[in-house]
């Protein structure tokens, strides 16, 4: 996940799941949240990557049954292994640092 200012990836998840998704750009100090939105196709025996990911690398609620276990698939694509969907992200509360 890139900043939506200046565009870096050093992006970290500055929060805990049952709070909000408040994301903060390591470089400029822009702050934002992701969310994700379905688009209605969904994929059978979806495996969380190995290695997981960092508990503060960026990360989104899946929009259908808000598990945090959202990947992104070796084409780019979001998607939630705990119920299969394949999700857009998009970026809210944008602050600029």
Not at 30 to 39: A, D, I, N
């Given at each position: 996940?890139?900043?939506?200012?200046?565009?870096?990836?050093?992006?970290?998840?500055?929060?805990?799941?049952?709070?909000?998704?408040?994301?903060?750009?390591?470089d400029?100090?822009?702050?934002?949240?992701?969310?994700?939105?379905?688009?209605?196709?969904t994929?059978?025996?979806?495996?969380?990557?190995?290695?997981?990911?960092?508990?503060?690398?960026?990360?989104?609620a899946?929009?259908?049954?808000?598990?945090?276990?959202?990947?992104?698939?070796?084409?780019?694509?979001?998607?939630?292994?705990?119920?299969g969907?394949i999700?857009?992200?998009?970026?809210?509360?944008?602050?600029?640092?």
């Open positions: 996940m890139a900043c939506p200012i200046c565009g870096s990836a050093d992006v970290f998840y500055s929060c805990t799941p049952n709070c909000c998704y408040n994301h903060v750009c390591g400029c100090g822009t702050t934002f949240e992701p969310l994700t939105k379905t688009r209605g196709v994929l059978r025996d979806v495996a969380p990557p190995d290695p997981l990911p960092e508990a503060a690398d960026p990360t989104a899946c929009a259908k049954c808000d598990s945090i276990a959202v990947y992104l698939t070796e084409d780019n694509s979001l998607v939630c292994a705990d119920c969907s999700l857009d992200l998009e970026i809210t509360e944008v602050a600029p640092g």
